[in-house]
């Protein structure tokens, strides 16, 4: 079958990505379902200043037991007005049934990390498993990340980072605000 021009195959109730109920696996993560934005700051040994960056990180689902994460930032002057993109990202979190966490994110620098962790009270825990890079991309040898939901109704991320000789350290930090209704 084939859709006309400008329209979808599938009528909405029957897409995947509009089960409205998420598989039971999620349980651990469903708080972070929808889309966040807001600001952090960052910075690295091999960067010659701190930076001020805003972000966007939207968790989704198709009903199976595995989370769509998309990430993406911009870098901002002093006034908090967008500069230019930076970093952004794509991947899958696969959950397990005892909270476990199996995280495929790329990178279009390059660079391919496999993240294993645990959620748990709020809180999701990755630390990296493998990375993969790309003949031409930065060396990066680790990284660990946090996703917080706050009593505040936030979600903080931190994210430590060992590259281009550098061992793990901090490296971004960020307070995000829900940005739709979840």
């Known amino acids: 079958m084939v859709a ?10 029957f897409r995947p990505d509009r ?19 807001g600001e952090g700051r960052g910075g690295y040994p091999t960067l010659d200043e701190e930076f001020v ?23 901002l ?15 899958w979190w696969r959950m397990q049934a005892d909270g476990r966490v199996e995280a495929l994110i790329t990178q279009p620098t390059g660079i391919a990390e496999i993240l294993v962790g645990r959620a ?6 990755l630390a990296t498993g493998q990375v993969a890079l790309a ?13 917080t939901l706050t009593d505040a109704g936030t979600l903080d991320f931190l994210h430590d980072l ?5 061992p793990l350290q901090h490296h971004l930090s960020a307070r995000l605000r829900r940005a739709d209704g979840g």
Request: glycine content about 10%; charged content about 20%; aromatic content about 8%.
């Open 53 to 75: 960056y805003a972000q966007e990180v939207t968790f989704g689902h198709d009903g199976r037991p595995f989370l769509h994460y998309e990430a993406r930032a911009w870098l």
């Open 135 to 147: 003949p031409t991309a930065k060396e990066v040898t680790a990284t660990r990340r946090r996703y």
């Open 4 to 13: 006309p021009v400008g329209k979808h195959p599938y009528p909405d109730a």
């Open 162 to 166: 060992a590259a281009v000789g550098q």
């Open 77 to 91: 002057d002093a006034d908090g007005a967008p500069l230019r993109p930076s970093a952004r990202e794509s991947g």
């Open 120 to 125: 748990a009270d709020g809180a999701v825990d």
């Open 19 to 37: 089960t409205p109920a998420p598989h039971a696996l999620l349980a651990p993560v469903t708080g972070l379902l929808g889309t966040w934005v």
